[in-house]
């Protein structure tokens, strides 16, 4: 697939303009059967060019905004000037529609197999800013460049070419590399190649720089020295991994163990340089570390700095060397990185936990967290994307990974997969095959299948259950023991299969606390019933040392003593913790709250069970004490999650739930309520920002008044409610359907709203509402508006909304609003419908967050005719759908900006709810 390919190239850097001029030549080589009449080239530094690549998608998926409010300036591009063969032939040459950063180059003539062809390319890069991937220019003006040349893509029957979306996986064949730079004299150069020559100038230097077979050429341009060369016995260490604190004398100790351990393991590194740099760290951290300030450090002596830097040399070893497809069979090095990374904390640090010295802290040592190992946190982080159905099959093409997939949880389950493996064909026949395959396959064309079947080779255990069942599938391991019989001399007992998978299982037989042995288990497909020794064993245990990322643990273990005691010991805890499936754990939080003025200040607390990982059945039960309504006010919930696999209706919810609060002054609501919640996603598109659900619910509402200033009609009513909701949450477009379905004694109702917003290329964001809703049936009493279609303010009979003032009608509280209904901004005289509304709300951007709105409606109440009302005016919008203020300026109402009291007229829209608060970070990841 990959032959003698070389790359030499002639680069003039103009630091103030940001730019490159390059003179590039290739002498390609096809090494395949077939004859070529055209060749695709790479150029990732044009996937910035416009709002409309495949990389800007990409940012927009995952709702960043810095891309597409970024200014054209800073945004880089590839103008290339000519493409020519060797006899100085003009070649034809276009950018594909669908990847603008790869280019289709027309051969002159025919490329035979085996021949080589050579192209002359002259082009000008305009050099990206680093804020949209760490690569580029800084503001400091240094360049810090990765895949910032043209390459030719791989070829083995078809052209693998990939645009660029940010995940640093580029597949190219290998090329010898020949570069001659020219840049300013006060920039220092850093980079994998060797220096073969460096020429001075009276402003400018010129470095020229050779490689052998590469396949990654970082480039950092630096105005000041920032990176440190470590010289070890098996190779040098460049790298500006952050060391505040280090000596140079354990700087280089470490950096030595390191790459001896490497070596060691993975076999000699065939260059003389590796590049470790602060970027490739930031992209690829020690979760959880990454999140702590950088004045914690919760591991002993360097050990923080070790791990980072071992982390990235692992990384940037396995892509230097394993030339695998790295977009599509990328599972393989991100496996071999976690299991090394598990084996270098099993041989040097076997005690370190997952919280470092921070579990030897006074409060934090409680926790079960604490007690839990650090190898122990891959599994947890898989076992979070698994336990909520959002895990995704190894084969999955990497591009098609959600964020949390591709950079955390899939890397997570490649790795102890392999240790899950190694374990089963015992003897280390894993590492030995890790390990024979990188010294056959170092720098040469190899797939997924050349590790397979040395692996076979290696061992004659069946192994076909980890790349079918495992690597191919989302399919959960879990199983069970039940009907244990005992006799004096033997145990007989069931394994139960919960699920699909055809995988092995460990089993062991204690002794208290003591291991008397261990087997493995095959074929155990729905139960299997076995016998073994008695051997005086206390307990037999399914995956006691945790090396199958199993879904469910609590259910792996059966005593051989007493009668109760496989009835799992009741476990009580301050705070949320992570699953011990050795206990059944409640858990307990203090809260305080504060979600509405009439109960004010509310001290409490949340008995519960759900832990870090997802439960399938979650139980919460909140008692608060409210200081203003002086009562005991709260609520409880159970809810039963069924995970379905495989279709576009991936989750069901079944709940029950019930609360008691104030609805105003000496006014109190009651609300329980059963449901049904349906949820649907793309199951062949997981990034999809498509989603849909439907739910159904009822709800029996009782209210109590105790104010006598309060008029309360129609105190005790249900309401049966269908909602379906179908919506499409992008940053740039954005829709949503909103249908409503409600049947009560007294009336009946149906609504539809729908929703859509458009983010223009020039950053002008544009957005229509539409509401219509009409009752079925209206039975309500002519004089309340309870039940009624509101047009500026629902007065949620159905308690939907997190009013802090719900009853008030003066004051700020009364200025909260929640667009729903009407979603009109201005209070108008005629605020309700009891037959009919249809209304439009409409806005768009005048400069950055403000922007102008104006609604317009139908009113239509019993025996009057229908109503035209219309408002508008200014829309600062800070975040969108979490903080907004709105300025009405004209209405039905007149000019109301001259209004004496206009500033109870202005509109606020906000959220203290921290799961709310919570989905702008999910969106990103899930």
Same mark, same amino acid.
């Given at each position: 697939?990959?032959?003698?390919?070389?790359?030499?190239?002639?680069?003039?850097?103009?630091?103030?303009?940001?730019?490159?001029?390059?003179?590039?030549?290739?002498?390609?080589?096809?090494?395949?059967?077939?004859?070529?009449?055209?060749?695709?080239?790479?150029?990732?530094?044009?996937?910035?060019?416009?709002?409309?690549?495949?990389?800007?998608?990409?940012?927009?998926?995952?709702?960043?905004?810095?891309?597409?409010?970024?200014?054209?300036?800073?945004?880089?591009?590839?103008?290339?000037?000519?493409?020519?063969?060797?006899?100085?032939?003009?070649?034809?040459?276009?950018?594909?529609?669908?990847?603008?950063?790869?280019?289709?180059?027309?051969?002159?003539?025919?490329?035979?197999?085996?021949?080589?062809?050579?192209?002359?390319?002259?082009?000008?890069?305009?050099?990206?800013?680093?804020?949209?991937?760490?690569?580029?220019?800084?503001?400091?003006?240094?360049?810090?460049?990765?895949?910032?040349?043209?390459?030719?893509?791989?070829?083995?029957?078809?052209?693998?070419?990939?645009?660029?979306?940010?995940?640093?996986?580029?597949?190219?064949?290998?090329?010898?590399?020949?570069?001659?730079?020219?840049?300013?004299?006060?920039?220092?150069?850093?980079?994998?190649?060797?220096?073969?020559?460096?020429?001075?100038?009276?402003?400018?230097?010129?470095?020229?720089?050779?490689?052998?077979? *590469?396949? $990654?050429?970082?480039?950092? /341009? &630096?105005?000041? !020295? %920032? #990176?440190?060369?470590?010289?070890?016995? +098996?190779?040098?260490?460049?790298?500006?991994?952050?060391?505040?604190?280090?000596?140079?004398?354990?700087?280089?100790?470490?950096?030595?163990?390191?790459?001896?351990?490497?070596?060691?393991?993975?076999?000699?590194?065939?260059?003389?340089?590796?590049?470790?740099?602060?970027?490739?760290? *930031?992209? $690829?951290?020690?979760?959880? /570390? &990454?999140?702590? !300030? %950088? #004045?914690?450090?919760?591991?002993?002596? +360097?050990?923080?700095?070790?791990?980072?830097?071992?982390?990235?040399?692992?990384?940037?070893?396995?892509?230097?060397?394993?030339?695998?497809?790295?977009?599509?069979?990328?599972?393989?090095?991100?496996?071999?990185?976690?299991?090394?990374?598990?084996?270098?904390?099993?041989?040097?640090?076997?005690?370190?936990?997952?919280?470092?010295?921070?579990?030897?802290?006074?409060?934090?040592?409680?926790?079960?967290?604490?007690?839990?190992?650090?190898?122990?946190?891959?599994?947890?982080?898989?076992?979070?994307?698994?336990?909520?159905?959002?895990?995704?099959?190894?084969?999955?093409?990497?591009?098609?990974?959600?964020?949390?997939?591709?950079?955390?949880?899939?890397?997570?389950?490649?790795?102890?997969?392999?240790?899950?493996?190694?374990?089963?064909?015992?003897?280390?026949?894993?590492?030995?095959?890790?390990?024979?395959?990188?010294?056959?396959?170092?720098?040469?064309?190899?797939?997924?299948?050349?590790?397979?079947?040395?692996?076979?080779?290696?061992?004659?255990?069946?192994?076909?259950?980890?790349?079918?069942?495992?690597?191919?599938?989302?399919?959960?391991?879990?199983?069970?023991?039940?009907?244990?019989?005992?006799?004096?001399?033997?145990?007989?007992?069931?394994?139960?299969?919960?699920?699909?998978?055809?995988?092995?299982?460990?089993?062991?037989?204690?002794?208290?606390?003591?291991?008397?042995?261990?087997?493995?288990?095959?074929?155990?497909?729905?139960?299997?019933?076995?016998?073994?020794?008695?051997?005086?064993?206390?307990?037999?245990?399914?995956?006691?040392?945790?090396?199958?990322?199993?879904?469910?643990?609590?259910?792996?273990?059966?005593?051989?003593?007493?009668?109760?005691?496989?009835?799992?010991?009741?476990?009580?805890?301050?705070?949320?913790?992570?699953?011990?499936?050795?206990?059944?754990?409640?858990?307990?939080?203090?809260?305080?709250?504060?979600?509405?003025?009439?109960?004010?200040?509310?001290?409490?607390?949340?008995?519960?069970?759900?832990?870090?990982?997802?439960?399938?059945?979650?139980?919460?039960?909140?008692?608060?004490?409210?200081?203003?309504?002086?009562?005991?006010?709260?609520?409880?919930?159970?809810?039963?999650?069924?995970?379905?696999?495989?279709?576009?209706?991936?989750?069901?919810?079944?709940?029950?739930?019930?609360?008691?609060?104030?609805?105003?002054?000496?006014?109190?609501?009651?609300?329980?309520?059963?449901?049904?919640?349906?949820?649907?996603?793309?199951?062949?598109?997981?990034?999809?920002?498509?989603?849909?659900?439907?739910?159904?619910?009822?709800?029996?509402?009782?209210?109590?008044?105790?104010?006598?200033?309060?008029?309360?009609?129609?105190?005790?009513?249900?309401?049966?409610?269908?909602?379906?909701?179908?919506?499409?949450?992008?940053?740039?477009?954005?829709?949503?359907?909103?249908?409503?379905?409600?049947?009560?004694?007294?009336?009946?109702?149906?609504?539809?709203?729908?929703?859509?917003?458009?983010?223009?290329?020039?950053?002008?964001?544009?957005?229509?509402?539409?509401?219509?809703?009409?009752?079925?049936?209206?039975?309500?009493?002519?004089?309340?508006?309870?039940?009624?279609?509101?047009?500026?303010?629902?007065?949620?009979?159905?308690?939907?909304?997190?009013?802090?003032?719900?009853?008030?009608?003066?004051?700020?509280?009364?200025?909260?609003?929640?667009?729903?209904?009407?979603?009109?901004?201005?209070?108008?005289?005629?605020?309700?419908?009891?037959?009919?509304?249809?209304?439009?709300?409409?806005?768009?951007?005048?400069?950055?967050?403000?922007?102008?709105?104006?609604?317009?409606?139908?009113?239509?109440?019993?025996?009057?005719?229908?109503?035209?009302?219309?408002?508008?005016?200014?829309?600062?919008?800070?975040?969108?759908?979490?903080?907004?203020?709105?300025?009405?300026?004209?209405?039905?109402?007149?000019?109301?900006?001259?209004?004496?009291?206009?500033?109870?007229?202005?509109?606020?829209?906000?959220?203290?709810?921290?799961?709310?608060?919570?989905?702008?970070?999910?969106?990103?990841?899930?």
């Amino acid at each position: 697939m990959f032959g003698q390919n070389e790359i030499k190239i002639d680069a003039q850097f103009n630091m103030p303009n940001k730019s490159a001029k390059i003179a590039q030549t290739i002498h390609y080589q096809n090494t395949s059967n077939d004859t070529l009449k055209t060749i695709y080239l790479n150029d990732w530094n044009n996937s910035f060019s416009t709002k409309r690549t495949p990389l800007a998608d990409r940012f927009t998926q995952e709702y960043s905004t810095k891309f597409h409010f970024a200014k054209n300036e800073m945004r880089g591009y590839t103008n290339i000037t000519a493409i020519r063969d060797s006899k100085d032939q003009e070649l034809m040459h276009s950018r594909l529609k669908l990847h603008p950063d790869v280019v289709e180059v027309q051969l002159s003539e025919p490329l035979l197999p085996n021949q080589s062809y050579q192209i002359q390319l002259f082009y000008n890069l305009q050099f990206p800013d680093h804020t949209f991937t760490d690569y580029g220019v800084t503001d400091n003006n240094e360049f810090n460049l990765k895949y910032w040349y043209m390459t030719p893509a791989a070829y083995d029957g078809q052209w693998h070419y990939y645009s660029n979306k940010n995940l640093d996986d580029l597949f190219i064949p290998k090329a010898n590399l020949f570069l001659k730079l020219e840049f300013p004299k006060n920039y220092a150069l850093y980079s994998e190649l060797d220096i073969q020559d460096i020429t001075q100038n009276d402003s400018t230097q010129t470095f020229s720089l050779f490689g052998k077979d *590469r396949v $990654d050429s970082k480039l950092y /341009l &630096n105005k000041f !020295p %920032k #990176f440190n060369f470590v010289q070890t016995d +098996n190779f040098t260490v460049i790298t500006n991994l952050e060391n505040e604190g280090i000596m140079p004398t354990d700087r280089a100790i470490i950096t030595d163990k390191i790459t001896q351990f490497i070596t060691e393991n993975l076999g000699p590194y065939p260059h003389n340089y590796l590049l470790v740099t602060d970027i490739e760290y *930031r992209k $690829d951290p020690l979760y959880g /570390l &990454n999140q702590l !300030p %950088k #004045f914690i450090n919760p591991f002993p002596g +360097n050990l923080q700095y070790e791990l980072k830097l071992l982390k990235t040399t692992l990384k940037n070893y396995l892509d230097n060397t394993l030339l695998l497809d790295s977009r599509k069979e990328y599972w393989l090095k991100d496996g071999i990185q976690i299991y090394y990374l598990m084996k270098y904390i099993d041989e040097y640090y076997p005690d370190l936990k997952l919280l470092g010295t921070l579990s030897n802290f006074w409060g934090i040592r409680s926790f079960h967290a604490a007690d839990v190992d650090f190898n122990e946190q891959y599994n947890l982080y898989f076992m979070q994307m698994a336990r909520t159905n959002r895990d995704q099959s190894l084969t999955t093409a990497k591009d098609s990974l959600l964020k949390f997939n591709a950079n955390i949880a899939g890397k997570y389950k490649a790795g102890i997969g392999l240790k899950y493996l190694n374990d089963f064909v015992n003897s280390g026949i894993v590492e030995k095959t890790i390990q024979e395959y990188l010294q056959n396959f170092s720098l040469k064309a190899t797939t997924i299948s050349d590790f397979e079947n040395l692996l076979k080779k290696n061992t004659d255990k069946d192994v076909d259950w980890f790349f079918t069942d495992y690597i191919n599938t989302t399919e959960k391991i879990d199983f069970r023991i039940k009907d244990v019989i005992k006799t004096k001399d033997s145990v007989t007992f069931t394994i139960k299969n919960k699920r699909k998978t055809n995988v092995p299982v460990s089993l062991f037989t204690l002794k208290n606390d003591s291991v008397l042995s261990k087997q493995w288990i095959e074929d155990v497909h729905g139960s299997k019933t076995l016998t073994i020794p008695h051997n005086d064993a206390t307990k037999l245990v399914l995956n006691y040392d945790n090396t199958i990322p199993e879904y469910n643990l609590r259910d792996n273990w059966k005593s051989l003593e007493g009668w109760f005691f496989n009835n799992k010991p009741l476990q009580f805890r301050l705070f949320k913790d992570i699953e011990d499936p050795n206990y059944n754990q409640v858990f307990f939080m203090p809260l305080v709250e504060f979600n509405n003025i009439y109960d004010g200040l509310t001290l409490g607390a949340k008995v519960y069970n759900k832990t870090l990982l997802m439960k399938n059945f979650s139980y919460r039960l909140s008692p608060k004490y409210s200081f203003n309504s002086k009562t005991i006010t709260g609520g409880a919930s159970g809810i039963y999650t069924q995970h379905v696999e495989d279709q576009d209706l991936f989750r069901i919810n079944y709940g029950l739930g019930g609360s008691y609060s104030s609805f105003a002054e000496n006014a109190f609501v009651t609300v329980i309520s059963p449901s049904v919640s349906l949820y649907f996603r793309d199951n062949d598109n997981y990034r999809s920002n498509k989603s849909s659900f439907i739910n159904f619910r009822y709800l029996d509402i009782s209210r109590t008044n105790n104010n006598p200033l309060l008029t309360v009609t129609n105190p005790d009513y249900s309401v049966f409610n269908v909602r379906y909701v179908n919506a499409y949450t992008d940053l740039i477009d954005y829709s949503k359907f909103y249908y409503d379905f409600q049947a009560a004694r007294q009336f009946g109702k149906i609504s539809v709203n729908y929703e859509w917003r458009k983010l223009t290329e020039n950053n002008r964001q544009f957005n229509f509402r539409f509401f219509a809703g009409t009752f079925l049936y209206n039975k309500t009493d002519e004089n309340s508006d309870f039940f009624s279609f509101a047009l500026d303010r629902p007065t949620d009979y159905l308690f939907d909304y997190n009013y802090l003032g719900r009853s008030e009608d003066t004051g700020i509280f009364s200025q909260q609003i929640i667009i729903a209904e009407g979603g009109f901004k201005s209070k108008l005289d005629t605020p309700f419908a009891n037959q009919w509304m249809t209304t439009a709300n409409v806005s768009t951007t005048l400069w950055r967050f403000i922007e102008a709105y104006g609604d317009i409606g139908l009113v239509k109440n019993k025996s009057v005719n229908p109503k035209f009302v219309y408002d508008s005016g200014i829309r600062l919008n800070l975040v969108t759908d979490y903080f907004e203020l709105y300025f009405p300026i004209y209405s039905n109402l007149g000019w109301e900006v001259d209004e004496p009291n206009y500033s109870q007229r202005i509109r606020i829209k906000f959220t203290l709810d921290p799961e709310v608060l919570l989905g702008l970070f999910r969106r990103k990841w899930y």
